[in-house]
């Protein structure tokens, strides 16, 4: 029998020996104590093969010899890891490849995270943006996404984003819509995205919500012209199905923007920013040639379409009709009609996105340049930080603002107070003084000495509806009121008020007098409405005292305080004003709150509804 000599081993040969070898091994074992030579290994020099091969590699290795493992039993690793096949065990890709490789093998790393490309040359993971400027994701030729503010010129330029800007050859803005100036397809920057089928003219494509299709070519037949179309030819004009219009346009990212079709009333208008606007507008093409718009008349070009027809002066909106059915706009001698068709007919497509109008609009106040969402430039009296344009409050106001707007400081710098809400020159006073005409120190609390609201140094906060006496306001958590003017009437004085009159004092509402309270800021300390027990004691620190006490004031007249009465002069409050009251902090259900008054010079607590209107007093721990 003729043998014919065999010149290498196939693998299940080669792993057919090696079984065979450790069974040998095994059967001497005795022997030689699991040890034998062998030249077949190592190029011909005598390598030492063992089964004893855990303590020098993994458990999964059944065969080696002191450099490598010959037999592995170890089947897979984990997503982000390789078997390395000679210690038998799974390493990380990040280990071998560096950080930022998310799959590998064991001779190269396979996928890079998002925003990275494989480099050919050395395997390795590198930041597209490295390599094509403003890039987002690509792989190693070409850019695939943009940052921020920047478009793809182009899928087929291999460095290709731009600033994105709403206007030249491809955008108009009209109103706060930017929209494609030509079809979709028909320009550099215009892509139609993977996923839709691109047939040229004549050549059958059959749409459906699955089979996307565009027909691109001269879609007009030798029925067109440009003789008002501003550069755009009525001829050639990519025409679409509706299924692939709303699909290009929702998967384009111009700008990083959200894009769509349009609605039916957002398109009704388009025609007044056609009409002899040539390269300015939007260059709808016509049905009949001489209407101010490029000529482009209907074709059968479009095959599998329906009625095969390509009809480019209709343009698609993002409104169905029932199951089959889509609105649509067409120009037709100057007019333009709104009509329902089959999704399968093949439109112009246009795509529109929502667009402030100025970089102070879509980024910040102040800003004049921008890119994507970040501000580039300011106003004069705004200053750039971390992208955004704010007031310049130290220089407008002074070093101790720290936050303002263009026409008043709204808060202070720690160490100071705001001594005015309306003017700031200055506005914030520094090192706060619990003293003077506004305020008054009792143990560790800081009191206003005056209702709040009665006092260019004691603010009411907005959110709160000032009225004057005898208009009306209806108070609620919602709705929180205070009058102001002379809520006492005719029975009041000044006798011993020590110059705040018992005749003019601001009063609210409790959820009022609650949040003016916390929304205090006087030496950026925090302020509230008084405990029932700190307010126990004030009667001690008013009566008799004049300028230098609280300045409560009295339900009667000749007790050392003003007098101040009721009076009926806040309506929609419950029964009136009721200066010679005073909110505290202290709830006692939801309708109710505690207060105290004062009567013939006796200091009283009581609870009552929240729709009165008492005075308001703040206190802050010092």
Known sequence: MLIKKIKGFSLVELLISLIVISCITAAFAPLITKKFSSSVFGGGSVSDITTECSDKFSSD?????????????????????????????????????????????????????????????????????????????????????????????????????????CNGDDFIQVGSLCITKKNMGDGNKLIIPDGVNVVQVDQSCSPSSSNKCCWQGNTSASSCDNSNGGGYSGCNRTVCDW????????????????????????ISGWANNSK???TSGLQLCDNYSGYSSAYCDWTSRCPGAGDSY??????????????????NYYLDRGSWNQVNNYRT????????????????????????????????????????KDGVCKVDCASKFGSSCSECNLSQCTKCADGYHMTSNQSANPACESDFPCSGEDFMQIGNLCITR???????????????????????????????????????????????????????????????????????????????LATTSEMSGWANNSIGIGTNGLQLCDYYSGYSSAYCYNSNRCPGSRSGCYPRYVWSGDEYNSSNAYSYYLNRGSW???YDYRTRAFSVRCVTEL
């Open 61 to 165: 290795c059944t065969l080696c010899t002191s450099n490598f493992c010959i037999a592995c039993t170890r089947l897979s690793c984990g997503a982000d890891e390789f078997k390395d096949t000679k210690s038998c065990s799974c390493k990380k890709c990040v280990d071998k490849y560096g950080t930022d490789c998310a799959k590998c093998n064991e001779k190269k790393c396979l996928t890079c995270p998002e925003g990275e490309y494989l480099d050919s040359s050395d395997e390795n993971c590198k930041k597209c943006s490295d390599k094509f400027s403003n890039c987002t994701s690509c792989d190693e030729n070409k850019c695939l996404s943009c940052k921020n503010g920047y478009i793809l010129d182009s899928l087929n330029s291999n460095n290709s984003c731009v600033v994105f800007d």
């Open 243 to 266: 299924w692939a219009a709303d699909y290009i346009c929702k998967n384009f990212h111009a700008g990083n923007y959200t894009w769509r079709l349009a609605t039916k009333s957002e």
């Open 276 to 278: 002899d606007k040539g």
């Open 310 to 327: 390509c009809l480019p002066y209709n343009v698609w909106s993002g409104n169905v009709t029932g199951s089959s059915g889509a609105c």
């Open 345 to 384: 007919y093949a439109f112009s497509v246009r795509c529109v996105s929502e667009m402030p109008q100025s970089c102070a609009q879509k980024i910040s106040e102040g800003c004049l340049s921008c890119d994507g969402s970040s501000c580039l430039s300011c106003d004069s009296g705004y200053i750039l």
């Open 450 to 528: 005056k209702n709040m609201g009665d006092s260019v140094n004691l603010p009411i906060a907005s959110g709160v509806n000032i009225k004057q006496i005898n208009q009306n306001c209806s108070p609620s958590s919602s709705n929180k009121c205070c009058w102001q003017g002379n809520t006492s009437g005719s029975s009041c004085d000044n006798e011993n008020g020590g110059g705040y009159s018992g005749c003019n004092r601001t009063v609210c509402d409790w959820w009022a007098a609650d949040y003016i309270c916390k929304n205090f800021h006087a030496g950026n300390y925090t302020w509230r």
């Open 604 to 606: 009283n607590q009581l």
